[in-house]
């Protein structure tokens, strides 16, 4: 049982919890965040960070390439260029690896609470 306050009325309630099954997706992420978080977080971000910035970086690059920003054939004005979608790159899969560690934590915390409330009722 839990009781809500509405600070409007005044009243206290009383309700019981719901009782949700976890489903089998949720035990295998349960899983597969616990081994995550045995490793370090920065270790985590770094992995991520550099696969997630990759990808962007050839994305962006070749967008660019395709809207006529970049030339085909590498030349010496086109190096900044190249230094900014690099630095885009990275910074967006840092970016991503953060976004993500945050919600999967969020949603580990979550599905733990879900089964420590079945196991309460």
């Given at each position: 049982?839990?009781?809500?306050?509405?600070?409007g009325d005044g009243f206290t309630?009383?309700?019981?919890?719901?009782?949700?099954?976890?489903?089998?997706?949720e035990v295998r992420f349960v899983e597969?965040?616990?081994?995550?978080?045995?490793?370090?977080?920065?270790?985590?971000?770094?992995?991520?960070s550099i696969s997630w910035g990759f990808m962007a970086t050839l994305f962006s690059f070749f967008i660019i390439m395709f809207l006529g920003g970049i030339s085909i054939?590498?030349?010496?004005?086109?190096?900044?260029?190249?230094?900014?979608i690099v630095g885009f790159g990275l910074l967006?899969?840092?970016?991503i690896?953060?976004?993500?560690w945050r919600m999967n934590e969020r949603k580990y915390f979550r599905i733990l609470e879900k089964v420590r409330r079945n196991m309460m009722n």
């Open positions: 049982m839990t009781e809500h306050n509405n600070p309630t009383t309700q019981p919890y719901k009782t949700q099954t976890v489903s089998r997706e597969y965040w616990k081994e995550q978080r045995q490793g370090s977080k920065f270790k985590y971000i770094l992995l991520y054939i590498p030349i010496a004005q086109d190096n900044y260029k190249i230094g900014l967006t899969g840092t970016l690896a953060f976004i993500t």
